[in-house]
Each structure stands twice: as structure tokens, then as C-alpha cells.
């Protein structure tokens, strides 16, 4: 399919009377290009709506009352197109003629005169020339597409993230430390989408998620997964994940002493109908766990932070050292 879609590259050939629709024709094709020979202004406007390359028509195929028609046809194409008209004149200079042009290219826009006789390869040229110019303008179009779609991608981003934020503050600013706890889980969303910008707005490694929040803290630990591209929701997600551990293992776990080690681990499980990202957090060597007296914001998060399609995140409080592990559903994180 040619780059501007359907149709895209044809040209429309209007000259109702004598032989030029099947010499421009016949010329149009040889250099390549399909063709559509029209039986009036009407036929060009509908065809022009169906996708074309450029028009060839000749000076008398343009009365007063089809020329306006023409005009307004021409008028109502997108802000991205001006396409192209190759007009053929009669042989002459007088003033009248020149008047009539001008009006021309006032009322049609982008218009070439190519006065008859001319040479085949002059057509052809002017052809090419009207072509290339309509594929610029079919790249215009497509960059004006992915503009709006970016646009429309960035506004549903915001939103999510500024319900998140929202959803945090409300949480954070209960008790002790708010300012500072809510600072920090901020950061960690920021560290997150400076990632995601670096992955082209399209996500983030889940190493490089894991490493921004580990190199936050000083903190050291064995890392370890195959390389995930995670959507934009899912690498804010982790962060948020990373950030809640890492902060609760340099207060009270396994990084609050000399001795304590991290281990984070994880890995795709393709048993299931739909594949997981298996996460797990294990702390060891640090000071006696116990099981927390109530669930803070903390332990919301990290059971609602990833969707888990029914299989919640397990919670192990073992004295030796608290581990975690959540089954992410890949599918359902975009």
C-alpha cells in the first residue's frame, strides 16, 4: 500500500472534450502512477475525497459555476493538505489570460500552469514535482496524528499518575514524618518517570526500575530477573513497590544493620493463561521481624500497587527476615 493510504498516489485527470484525459493518461502511467480520468468537476470532487496524489485539468473543463464548486471542494480538505492542480492553458499572454490565472490560483491554491503544446516529458515532470509535494504533505499528516495520539496518551498518563499522587498524600500526611514520607514516595514516582521518559514514553526496564530505587538508598543487594519491559503503569507501580521496601528495610529490616542482606528476584511464569512478572523481595540477617500491629498506607500499597488478577501478594513475617512476592499480570498493567 503506498504511504499515504488507499488511492494516495493516483492522479485524477479532468478534459472532458478531445484527446488530453487519454494522452495525460496514457503519460501518467508509463512514469508509474495509476490514474482516474474524470467526467466532470463533480467526479474530480468525489474522487479527491476518495484519496489522490494531484489533479491534471485542462483550462476549458472549468466554467464559472464548476470552478466555484471546485473551490469550495478545495477549501474543505484538512489543514494538513494543499493539493496539488496542474492546470493546461491555451497558447497566449494576453491580459485577460493572465487575470484569468491569478483568479485561478487565488480560488484553487496550489496551482501549476503548464501551457499546451508542451512535451510529454515536461508533463511528466511537472507530475513528479506535484507528487513529491503531496508526500510531504502525507508525512505532515501523520506527524499531526501522532501528535494528537501522544497528546491523548499524555493527558490519560497525568491523570493516572495524579491519582496516585492524590492517593498518597491523603495517606502520607497522618501522623509523624508526613512531610518526609510523602516527599519520598514522590521521588520515587519522579525517579520512575524520568525512566519512563528515557524509554521514549513507552516504559521502563524492570532492572533499571530496581536499580533507581536500590541507588536511592546506598543500599546494596543481590539482583537478579531477565531483562521486562514494563508499561508506564507497571514501572511506576514497581517503583512505588521498590521505594515501600527499601524505606521499611532501612528503618527496621535487613539494611537498618551492618549484617542484613536484600535479595530481589523475579521472573515471567508462563504457566498460566496469561503471563506474570513473579516479584519477590527476601531480607536476611537483620533485626527479629515481627508482624506489624495495623495496616498502614505502606502495606496498602504493596497489596494494591500491581494487578494481580485474584492472586494476592504474600506477606512473610518469619523471624529470620521478611520476604515478599507478588504475581503481576502482565496483560492487565497497561
Not at 528515557?198 to 533507581?212: H, K, P
Not at 507501580?237 to 528495610?249: G, R, V
Request: with cysteine; charged share 20%; net charge neutral.
Amino acid at each position: 500500500m503506498p504511504f499515504g493510504g488507499p488511492n494516495s498516489e493516483r492522479a485524477l485527470i479532468l478534459s472532458p472534450r478531445g484527446r488530453d484525459a487519454e494522452v495525460a493518461s496514457q503519460l501518467m502511467q508509463e512514469a508509474g502512477w495509476p490514474t482516474l480520468i474524470c467526467a466532470d468537476v463533480a467526479a474530480l470532487c468525489e474522487a479527491f475525497g476518495e484519496g489522490a496524489a494531484f489533479g491534471v485539468v485542462v483550462e476549458e473543463a472549468l466554467p464559472t459555476d464548476e470552478l466555484s464548486a471546485l473551490a469550495k471542494c478545495i477549501e474543505a480538505q484538512p489543514a494538513w493538505s494543499d493539493f496539488p492542480l496542474v492546470i493546461l492553458t491555451g497558447h497566449g499572454d494576453a491580459p485577460e489570460r493572465n487575470a484569468l490565472a491569478a483568479r485561478l490560483q487565488d480560488m484553487l491554491g496550489n496551482v501549476t500552469f503548464l501551457e499546451r503544446p508542451f512535451h510529454p516529458t515536461t508533463l511528466v515532470s511537472v507530475a513528479r514535482s506535484a507528487l513529491r509535494s503531496r508526500r510531504r504533505q502525507y508525512q505532515t499528516r501523520e506527524l499531526l496524528e501522532r501528535q494528537v495520539m501522544l497528546t491523548n496518551e499524555l493527558q490519560h498518563r497525568t491523570k493516572n499518575l495524579l491519582a496516585v499522587i492524590q492517593a498518597i498524600a491523603s495517606a502520607s500526611f497522618r501522623g509523624s514524618h508526613e512531610r518526609e514520607i510523602f516527599l519520598s514516595r514522590l521521588q520515587a514516582l519522579a525517579k520512575a518517570q524520568d525512566l519512563i521518559v528515557g524509554g521514549g514514553q513507552s516504559g521502563a526496564l524492570m532492572g533499571d526500575v530496581v536499580a533507581s530505587v536500590l541507588g536511592s538508598f546506598g543500599a546494596h543487594a543481590v539482583v537478579d530477573g531477565p531483562e521486562i519491559f514494563l508499561s508506564p503503569k507497571t514501572a511506576q507501580s514497581f517503583a512505588l513497590i521498590m521505594h515501600e521496601l527499601t524505606t521499611n528495610a532501612a528503618k527496621y529490616g535487613a539494611l537498618s544493620t551492618d549484617t542484613g542482606t536484600v535479595s530481589v528476584r523475579w521472573k515471567i511464569d508462563t504457566r498460566t493463561a496469561e503471563p506474570a512478572i513473579v516479584f519477590r523481595w527476601q531480607e536476611r540477617g537483620g533485626p527479629p521481624v515481627t508482624r506489624p500491629n495495623r495496616k498502614g498506607f505502606g502495606t496498602v500499597l504493596l497489596e494494591r500497587a500491581v494487578s494481580t488478577s485474584g492472586t494476592p501478594p504474600h506477606f512473610d513475617y518469619s523471624p529470620e527476615g521478611f520476604a515478599y512476592e507478588v504475581r503481576a499480570m502482565l496483560a492487565q498493567q497497561r
